[in-house]
T-cell receptor
Framework: DTEVTQTPKHLVMGMTNKKSLKCEQH?????MYWYKQKAKKPPELMFVYSYEKLSINESVPSRFSPECPNSSLLNLHLHALQPEDSALYLC?????????????FGSGTRLTVV | AQSVTQLDSQVPVFEEAPVELRCNYSSSVSVYLFWYVQYPNQGLQLLLKYLSGSTLVKGINGFEAEFNKSQTSFHLRKPSVHISDTAEYFC???????????FGEGTQLTVNP
């Protein structure tokens, strides 16, 4: 298995909703990442987990809450989002928290906040 | 901090023509360099990477890139493009000791028949 699987592929949520994005990999990678990508822009780093511990938080608002329950799974919990949070959310993993091997990206969750 | 500049936001070419997508980087420390491709409504796929050694790097789908330390460049090339190469291409850089990828703004490659 050489994939990063993200679910759901599309999500529409209201500003008062609570939802979660899920990311799973079975490549034995020990670092996992959340990126946010707006249309026609490059991905922007949000969070990095290394060995299931949060190692980087890029000053992301608290309405985004990451969780890494085990080495294969990464969640992003969403609450009280704003319309400007609408974007493609990409999960990635790498063998270690250094980039000799590059990242493997998932296909993303297209989030629309209404 | 590292930064990446992709010199062309859009590159239109005809099918079977050669193409070069330009990328310059800035860093005060040693870096790794990457090219990723993103097809519409997809995630990013690694095309190739430079870590060390030979400055000419070959990747998937017939792409190659050349690392030029003196010019701080990492241009991506393909000798003959196909319609299916139409996509957004991102150059990215990281410190050799880091886990953070910094992306350029992207280059939209459009291959016309």
């Amino acid at each position: 298995d050489t994939e990063v699987t993200q679910t759901p592929k599309h999500l529409v949520m209201g500003m008062t909703n609570k939802k979660s994005l899920k990311c799973e990999q079975h490549m034995g990678h020990r670092a996992m990442y959340w990126y946010k990508q707006k249309a026609k822009k490059p991905p922007e780093l949000m969070f990095v987990y290394s060995y299931e511990k949060l190692s980087i938080n890029e000053s992301v608002p608290s309405r985004f809450s990451p969780e890494c329950p085990n080495s294969s799974l990464l969640n992003l919990h969403l609450h009280a989002l704003q319309p400007e949070d609408s974007a493609l959310y990409l999960c990635a993993s790498s063998q270690e928290a250094s980039l000799n091997y590059g990242y493997t990206f998932g296909s993303g969750t297209r989030l629309t906040v209404v | 901090a590292q930064s990446v500049t992709q010199l062309d936001s859009q590159v239109p070419v005809f099918e079977e023509a050669p193409v070069e997508l330009r990328c310059n980087y800035s860093s005060s420390v040693s870096v790794y360099l990457f090219w990723y491709v993103q097809y519409p409504n997809q995630g990013l796929q690694l095309l190739l990477k430079y870590l060390s050694g030979s400055t000419l790097v070959k990747g998937i789908n017939g792409f190659e890139a050349e690392f030029n330390k003196s010019q701080t460049s990492f241009h991506l090339r393909k000798p003959s493009v196909h319609i299916s190469d139409t996509a957004e291409y991102f150059c990215a850089v990281s410190k050799t000791s880091g886990s953070r990828l910094t992306f350029g703004e992207g280059t939209q490659l459009t291959v016309n028949p």
